[in-house]
């Protein structure tokens, strides 16, 4: 396992464990107002995304085998990189829309900046997730990177 896949776990696991700990925070307060709880659980996404760019470096390495990252590395991460903000951009201007669509409908008026937030940290954990299993599948199928 050479260094992107190492960095590629540690950040799927980030993320499971953020959106782990959002839910039990959704669900463990039902008394405050969502919109409050929502505000949190963005700004909390937010202050994550350093990790999430680059992961902490905790990650074991031995010092004497050296990484090479040769061109099938950078076409695997440029593939999943890729990938990964092509699936932003078709998640991110549909939730705008809903988000949209729900405030006319229900005659809020404006949106909250709590949902602003939370939309910037669900699109850094979206583009997160999307890169690092893609990056774990193309290096689990070998033949999966094309020359073209």
């Known amino acids: 396992m050479n260094k992107i896949q190492k960095k590629a776990v540690v950040r799927l696991i980030i993320v499971i ?6 839910v039990a925070i959704v669900f463990l ?4 107002p969502l919109m409050d709880v929502l505000g949190w659980l963005g700004f909390m996404w937010l202050l994550f ?16 085998d050296k990484i090479i990252f040769d061109e099938r590395d950078a076409r695997i991460l440029q593939n999943a990189t890729v990938l990964a903000f092509g ?16 405030t006319n409908v229900n005659r809020f008026g404006t949106i909250s900046s709590n949902i602003l937030t939370l939309l910037a940290g ?3 954990l979206l583009v997160t997730l999307v890169q690092s299993i893609s990056i774990l599948i193309q290096y689990r199928n070998r033949g999966s990177v094309s020359n073209e």
Request: glycine share 4%; with cysteine.
């Open 122 to 124: 669900g699109g850094a």
């Open 87 to 102: 699936a932003f951009w078709y998640v991110f201007p549909i939730l705008c829309l809903a988000i949209y669509i729900f």
């Open 49 to 64: 995304t350093p990790a999430l760019i680059d992961p902490p470096h905790f990650i074991p390495f031995r010092k004497k």
């Open 17 to 22: 464990f953020l959106f782990s700990v959002s």
């Open 29 to 32: 307060n039902w008394q405050v």
